[in-house]
Structure formats: structure tokens, C-alpha cells
């Protein structure tokens, strides 16, 4: 007799009246948390101006949160939301799509990159490095959660989800895209560390985008259709999505290869003491 995992567990930590903690909540907040501690390390090592961190940390959650909200509402409910657009801004009842936050990270970080005067691909490169780790927390905020899991399997390692009331075990696509995400996490730091100095620009950030996307791709063959439509669909709206970036990801890698450039930042220069004018 095959024994699966029963998978019963509260999404919620605790609650002080109206105000809960969420296993979901807190794996947003690891993310960032986690992100701006290694990414503090590129800082010191490259010796980056100062508030540069905040700043980026500042354009980056509004961009992901943005992104990953509206990127659900208009591809996955394009109809209801747009005939209910206050729904938009209940992002606690859920709804958060990883294609709409990675745009929503580019083009905050294009914004960055006009105001501080760096190369926007400079700070994808470090960035994206980051972003695996965060996929990965925020994916063990889904299985927290019940959600987002795959079809029905017969493998020892399936998921019953009994907070869905589901009887046959399912795949735990969570897991899969976790550890995927975490691989892809300590490939791309290992690249940044052995390339010190040397790094071609775009290429941790092509690498970032095929391996991801691809991780993405092949685990949405288990995964179950989110919304009514893409029960029909031969590759569903995840797969759909990830192509482009997949796409982009070639190109980026080709072109660091091809074309080769290195950007070093201007070293910050110790602010000068002002000296007391004589009244």
C-alpha cells in the first residue's frame, strides 16, 4: 500500500484580532529580507555609493508587489477585474503572478537606473541573483498555502491536500519550482563570485531568464489549470508567458558572448570636510 503526504497545515501563523500572520506574508518578507542582505555584499564588494541599497530595495517592492498583482488580474482574470477594478487593490484576497512581478521588477529597475545614473543591465545581472532565492521562499508560501499544485500522481512523494478537501495525492509543484529556483539561486552566486571583476554584462541575467523560465515551462506540464480557460489550452497561460522571457534570456546570452563588456562602477570618493569659515 503507497503512503502519501497528507498535507493539512494552517496558512496562518497567528492572529491578534483582525490582524493575522501568514506563512505567505512572512516568506515575501524573508525574501526581501534575504535580498537585501546579500545584495548588501555587492555593495561593499563593488563599492557602491551610499542609499544606493535602499533605493533599489525601495523601486524593487513596489515593482515586484505591482507587477505580480496586476500581472494576475490581466492575464489570468482580464474580465472580472477590469469590470470590478477596485478588486485590483484587495491584493490580501491573493492573486499574484511571478511573469507580471519579473516585468515589474524591469521596469522598476529601468527607473533606477535612469535616476542613479548606472546601466539598468548592470543591476539586473546582481539583481536576478537575488530574485532566484526570493522565487524559491515565495514558492514554500504557496505550498504553505494549499495552492498552485499539480495533477493527480502516483508517486510517494505526492501531496494530499486536505484543506481543499482533495482525496488523491497530488504533485507538489511548489516544491519542484522551490528547489529549481534554489539550484538556479547557487549556480548564478557561484558564477558572480568565480567572475569577480570579469563579469560579461548580461550574461547572469540571460542564464537567469532561460533557466528559470525553462524550470517554469516543464513544471507546468504537472501543474493543474489555475483558471477555467486553460483547461483547454494546449501550453497554458504560464507556459505561454515564459517563452518571451526564455527567448530574451538566448539573446542576452549570445550577445554577452558575442560582444563582450565589462562595467566597472565609479568607486565612491570619500566626502571632503567643509572648512569653518573664519567670522
Not at 524559491?136 to 504557496?142: D, E, H, K, Q, T
Request: contains cysteine; glycine residues 8%.
Amino acid at each position: 500500500m503507497l503512503v502519501f503526504i497528507h498535507w493539512n497545515v494552517n496558512p496562518e501563523i497567528f492572529s491578534i484580532g483582525n490582524l493575522s500572520v501568514r506563512y505567505y506574508g512572512l516568506m515575501w518578507a524573508l525574501a526581501f529580507y534575504l535580498g537585501y542582505v546579500i545584495f548588501n555584499r555587492f555593495v561593499k564588494k563593488e563599492g557602491l555609493p551610499n542609499g544606493f541599497l535602499d533605493s533599489l530595495t525601495m523601486y524593487m517592492l513596489i515593482g515586484t508587489v505591482l507587477g505580480a498583482r496586476l500581472g494576475h488580474c490581466l492575464f489570468y482574470e482580464p474580465s472580472y477585474y477590469l469590470s470590478h477594478p477596485l478588486e485590483i487593490l484587495k491584493i490580501w484576497k491573493g492573486g499574484l503572478a511571478s511573469h507580471g512581478a519579473a516585468l515589474g521588477i524591469l521596469i522598476a529597475l529601468y527607473l533606477f537606473g535612469r535616476k542613479h545614473k548606472v546601466p539598468m543591465i548592470y543591476v539586473v545581472d546582481r539583481v536576478v541573483i537575488t530574485v532566484a532565492l526570493g522565487g524559491a521562499l515565495i514558492r514554500i508560501g504557496n505550498l504553505m498555502n494549499s495552492e498552485i499544485y499539480g495533477v493527480k500522481t502516483n508517486l510517494p512523494w505526492g501531496f494530499i491536500f486536505e484543506r481543499n478537501n482533495e482525496i488523491y495525492p497530488k504533485h507538489p509543484t511548489q516544491l519542484y519550482e522551490a528547489i529549481s529556483y534554489l539550484a538556479i539561486f547557487f549556480l548564478l552566486h557561484y558564477i558572480y563570485r568565480k567572475n569577480e571583476g570579469k563579469l560579461k554584462t548580461g550574461f547572469i541575467f540571460g542564464l537567469f531568464l532561460v533557466l528559470l523560465f525553462m524550470a517554469r515551462f516543464l513544471i507546468e506540464f504537472l501543474k493543474e489549470p489555475q483558471v477555467d480557460f486553460e483547461a483547454k489550452m494546449t501550453l497554458n497561460m504560464g507556459q505561454l508567458l515564459s517563452l518571451p522571457f526564455i527567448a530574451v534570456g538566448i539573446a542576452f546570452i549570445i550577445y554577452s558572448q558575442v560582444k563582450p563588456s565589462y562595467y566597472t562602477p565609479p568607486k565612491q570618493t570619500p566626502v571632503q570636510k567643509s572648512k569653518k569659515s573664519k567670522g
